[in-house]
């Protein structure tokens, strides 16, 4: 069983910072990428950031230069630096990881935090 657990979100002014992290658990053999995603109210998923285990970082243009993915590999949790926030950041961001198990491969998400960043 795999967990992700995202920690972080919260309320912040425009021009702010937040740190999201992500901790992942359970029986994991390897990870091939991570990511965060956000979801904004009556718009679909998107990708902000992903951090493929044997590459580059690649970034959604609108996040570019105010955004960093970083993975710990030794506490197994990877985190999303945000400065310089905008009104439109404002979403639920979840964390993802394409991994693989003992018995499988695949992709896992975590529940989500909340980010608000008001005008």
């Known amino acids: 069983q795999v967990q992700l657990v995202e920690s972080g979100g919260g309320l912040v002014q425009a021009g702010g910072s937040l740190r999201l992290s992500c901790g992942m658990s359970?029986?994991?053999?390897?990870?091939?990428?991570v990511g965060w995603y956000r979801q904004a109210p009556g718009k679909q998923r998107e990708l902000v950031a992903e951090l493929p285990s044997d590459g580059d970082a690649v970034y959604v243009e609108s996040v570019k230069g105010r955004f960093t993915i970083a993975r710990d590999n030794a506490k197994n949790t990877v985190n999303l630096q945000m400065n310089s926030l905008k009104p439109e950041d404002t979403a639920v961001y979840y964390c993802?990881?394409?991994?693989?198990?003992?018995?499988?491969?695949?992709?896992?998400w975590g529940q989500g935090t909340q980010v608000t960043v008001s005008s």
């Open positions: 993802m990881a394409n991994l693989k198990t003992p018995m499988k491969s695949g992709t896992y």
């Open positions: 359970g029986s994991i053999r390897s990870i091939n990428a």
